[in-house]
T-cell receptor, first 120, second 113 residues
Framework: AQKITQTQPGMFVQEKEAVTLDCTYDTSDQSYGLFWYKQPSSGEMIFLIYQGSYDEQNATEGRYSLNFQKARKSANLVISASQLGDSAMYFCAMREGLFLYGGSQGNLIFGKGTKLSVKP | EAQVTQNPRYLITVTGKKLTVTCSQNMNHEYMSWYRQDPGLGLRQIYYSMNVEVTDKGDVPEGYKVSRKEKRNFPLILESPSPNQTSLYFC????????????FGEGSRLTVL
């Protein structure tokens, strides 16, 4: 079974509108972290936002917010006021065994990604 | 500036010609890891290192070697590259395996003919 599922291979959004990118995860660990990365066409992986499993409040970083619903095991990324420069691939990822030194191989498990295109 | 630096960024080589992709971080991180990214397969971990002289296999280690003689460096070695190792490679580091954000290098695009 996939540990990270991103069901939207591609999405379009109008400039200045908000968009939600879906991510569901599967883990039996109690301590884990959820991440979103942006990969523009140039190829680098850009960290956007992080949510720890014990964090009670949803993470926010500027125009990015993470809608964390632990019971549903979802960690959707919300981008407000989309800009043309937001066009990229977006990856949801999970790291299990957080805060447990030696308790995991530290692997960041990635979803297949969502390609976001922002229309002018 | 905190960063993970990979070299080369782009490389075209031929089957069987040994090559090394270097990775260096300046954040005093204990944990370092290599990933490869392939279309439709996402990012997969090749090898990781918990600290100096401590390395272990990830999910797709075949055809690769690594070493961790110094804390800041974690080179990826392809002893005899084959065309199926054509990929985009990322080095990444973090304070520890369970410490949150993984910092990525800019990626190395490797083509094996």
């Amino acid at each position: 079974a996939q540990k990270i599922t991103q069901t939207q291979p591609g999405m379009f959004v109008q400039e200045k509108e908000a968009v939600t990118l879906d991510c569901t995860y599967d883990t039996s660990d109690q301590s884990y972290g959820l991440f979103w990365y942006k990969q523009p066409s140039s190829g680098e992986m850009i960290f956007l936002i992080y949510q720890g499993s014990y964090d009670e409040q949803n993470a926010t970083e500027g125009r990015y917010s993470l809608n964390f619903q632990k019971a549903r095991k979802s960690a959707n990324l919300v981008i407000s006021a989309s800009q043309l420069g937001d066009s990229a691939m977006y990856f949801c990822a999970m790291r299990e065994g957080l805060f447990l030194y030696g308790g995991s191989q530290g692997n960041l498990i990635f979803g297949k990604g969502t390609k976001l295109s922002v229309k002018p | 500036e905190a960063q993970v630096t990979q070299n080369p960024r782009y490389l075209i080589t031929v089957t069987g010609k040994k090559l090394t992709v270097t990775c260096s971080q300046n954040m005093n991180h204990e944990y370092m890891s290599w990933y490869r990214q392939d279309p439709g397969l996402g990012l997969r971990q090749i090898y990781y290192s918990m600290n100096v002289e401590v390395t272990d296999k990830g999910d797709v280690p075949e055809g690769y070697k690594v070493s961790r003689k110094e804390k800041r460096n974690f080179p990826l070695i392809l002893e005899s590259p084959s065309p199926n190792q054509t990929s985009l490679y990322f080095c990444a580091s973090s304070l520890g395996p369970g410490s949150g954000e993984l910092f990525f290098g800019e990626g190395s695009r490797l083509t094996v003919l």
